[in-house]
């Protein structure tokens, strides 16, 4: 079983959607996560960072941690066409305390 | 822009080749990661360094090597190169582990 499990999509969806993007994990050691979203040609940027568990919001985007099931997503409201990208999730540390292992990523495609 | 500079922005090379790709970390950071990606392994961790020393290693090929010098830039070196070497290569900064900053990457084709 992978470390962390993410499913690479793709998802379509129209403009204005909601979008649910999730991740799973198998190491209850981890203790952050986050979301990396990539462009097309790009590095990864970070776009959310969760502690422990619960929700973080941050304008249209909102975060869950449920460590109790070892599953992660991050919702994204009114979705727009510039929120086409690759959103990797991220969780640390590694077993050597000081890295992100890093979902495949899944890419989204929002169209107008 | 994250702040973080890699070069050379693509490479192409033969079979059996070595090169090197360089990363100027973000001011005042001390860390210094390498990953890797590729379509079916994703972003994949090979090696971080912390103000000029050896942290940890992911998945790295011992044809594969790194160092970060006294100013904290850092070249990763890989050699006898084949094909399946052929991947992008990001390097990321950090102040304390948690955020990493990414660079643009740098494309190596290997034919």
């Known amino acids: 079983q992978k470390e962390v499990e993410q499913d690479p999509g793709p998802l379509s969806v129209p403009e204005g959607a909601i979008v649910s993007l999730n991740c799973t994990y198998s190491?209850?050691?981890?203790?952050?996560f986050m979301w990396y979203r990539q462009y097309s040609r790009k590095g990864p940027e970070l776009l959310m960072y969760t502690y422990s568990s619960g929700n973080k919001e941050d304008g249209r985007f909102t975060a869950q941690v449920d460590k109790s099931s070892k599953y992660i997503s991050l919702f994204i409201r009114d979705s727009q066409p510039s929120d086409s990208a690759t959103y990797l999730c991220?969780?640390?540390?590694?077993?050597?305390?000081?890295?992100?292992?890093f979902g495949k990523g899944t890419t989204l495609s929002v169209s107008s | 822009d994250s702040g973080v500079t890699q070069t050379p922005k693509h490479l192409i090379t033969a079979t059996g080749q070595r090169v090197t790709l360089r990363c100027s970390p973000r001011s005042g950071d001390l860390s210094v990661y390498w990953y890797q990606q590729s379509l079916d392994q994703g972003l994949q961790f090979l090696i971080h360094?912390?103000?000029?020393?050896?942290?940890a290693k992911g998945n790295i090929l011992e044809r594969f090597s790194a160092q970060q010098f006294p100013d904290l830039h850092s070249e990763l070196n890989l050699s006898s190169l084949e094909l399946g070497d052929s991947a992008l290569y990001f390097c990321a900064s950090s102040v304390d582990g948690g955020e990493l900053f990414f660079g643009e990457g740098s494309r190596l084709t290997v034919l």
């Open positions: 360094y912390y103000n000029g020393e050896e942290r």
């Open positions: 991220a969780m640390g540390p590694n077993q050597a305390g000081t890295a992100l292992i």
């Open positions: 190491n209850s050691a981890f203790q952050y």
